[in-house]
């Protein structure tokens, strides 16, 4: 079964503590994609990558950054974390053919940062 | 920026009940994709139409979508309890290069 796996289902952090949260696809999709999940606001995307080495801002990248060094893997980073980002994290992947097949989505990361 | 805006934000109906839940949007699109959660889970997709479609069937599942009137629906048939989730429309816009934006979602809930 094919599968994006999120490496921590809850998480709790300090205020100002550098972040990550990991990611790993195991289907070779070149697409791979971060949102974070608030209640009255939908998912928003804070980053995503075409590929190794690629990445591109989101509607909402400020305060994160990311790293993809090998395919499989696509890292979100809280540089300082703050309450403001306490949410819930979703990883995301998808081949990069329009039309075809949706996003398969981890199963998320509820990050507390108190 | 949100794209697709679901309607009703919550609805509440009994086992075997047909649901309807409906999804705005606001500009060109290269398909519109229906997916599901359940309470604090990830996202599972359901069902991709693409702009030149206009009905597609998946099991109990009936998308329909209208691009004149840029709105879409997803009807499922016959539900259960076990149809219990939150369902999100998300629209890949022309040019986003596989972006998809989500909307906020419509909660289901079937009672047995």
């Known amino acids: 079964d094919v599968k994006v796996t999120q490496s921590s289902r809850y998480l709790v952090k300090r205020t100002g503590e550098k972040v990550f949260l990991e990611c790993v696809q195991d289907?070779?999709?070149?697409?791979m994609f971060w949102y974070r999940q608030d209640p009255g606001l939908g998912l928003r995307l804070i980053y995503f990558s075409y590929d190794v080495k690629m990445k591109e801002k989101g509607d909402i990248p400020e305060g994160y950054s990311v790293s993809r060094e090998k395919k499989e893997r696509f890292s979100l980073i809280l540089e300082s974390a703050s309450t403001n980002q306490t949410s819930m994290y979703l990883c995301a992947s998808s081949l990069p053919v329009q039309g075809v097949l949706g996003y398969t989505f981890g199963s998320g990361t509820r990050l507390t940062v108190v | 920026s949100q794209q697709g805006e679901e309607d009703p934000q919550a609805l509440s109906i009994q086992e075997g009940e047909n649901a309807t839940m409906n999804c705005s949007y606001k500009t060109s699109i290269n398909n519109l994709q229906w997916y599901r959660q359940n309470s604090g889970r990830g996202l599972v997709h359901l069902i991709l139409?693409?702009?030149?479609?206009r009905e597609k069937h998946s099991g109990r599942l009936r998308v329909t979508l209208d691009t004149s009137k840029k709105s879409s629906s997803l009807l499922i048939t016959a539900s259960r309890a076990a149809d219990t989730a939150s369902y999100f429309c998300a629209t890949e816009a022309r040019g986003s290069n596989y972006k998809l934006t989500f909307g906020k979602g419509t909660l289901l809930t079937v009672n047995p």
């Open positions: 289907m070779d999709h070149e697409n």
């Open positions: 139409i693409r702009s030149n479609e």
